[in-house]
């Protein structure tokens, strides 16, 4: 019976890719439900990557007037919009990595948050969180 050991690994493997392709609809599912339940108050929904380290966590991405929201099912941040001193939209990550659409790069109290949108979310985003530098800005009351 040299052919069980065999049967045994390729079922393992097909186990694997099952169960991976469940998680992976199961995280699509959960951004739907984040991307819905902010859609009615915020300005701009979309999905997003944010880059953490060398991970790519996907994200529903949201823009009300005040803040800029990033949640999944393990994650929920929010970035005052006041607190932002730069936004930058980039074909390359900061660690220059080049990426399918664009980054859109904040920074805000010496900190980066890279998040990668495709290019059609991009332009959208960059219309309503246009690109600015720290030194465009005015002096911030202490």
């Not at 390729?10 to 392709?21: F, K, N, Y």
């Not at 199961?26 to 953490?52: G, H, I, T, W, Y």
Request: charged content about 25%; hydrophobic content about 45%; proline content about 4%.
């Amino acid at each position: 019976m040299p052919w069980l050991g065999t049967v045994t690994v390729v079922g393992l493997v097909v186990l694997a890719a099952l169960i991976w392709v469940l998680v992976r609809m199961r995280m699509k599912d959960q951004l739907d439900e984040l991307m819905a339940k902010r859609r009615p108050s915020c300005r701009l929904v979309s999905r997003a990557d944010f880059l953490e380290g060398m991970q790519k966590i996907p994200v529903c991405l949201a823009l009300d007037d005040d803040a800029l929201h990033y949640e999944n099912a393990d994650l929920q941040a929010t970035m005052e919009l006041r607190h932002i001193d730069e936004v930058e939209y980039d074909d390359e990550t900061a660690t220059g990595h080049s990426v399918v659409g664009k980054a859109l790069r904040l920074r805000s109290h010496g900190h980066a948050f890279e998040f990668v949108l495709d290019q059609a979310t991009a332009r959208q985003w960059e219309q309503l969180l246009t690109p600015r530098r720290a030194d465009q800005l005015p002096a911030r009351a202490v």
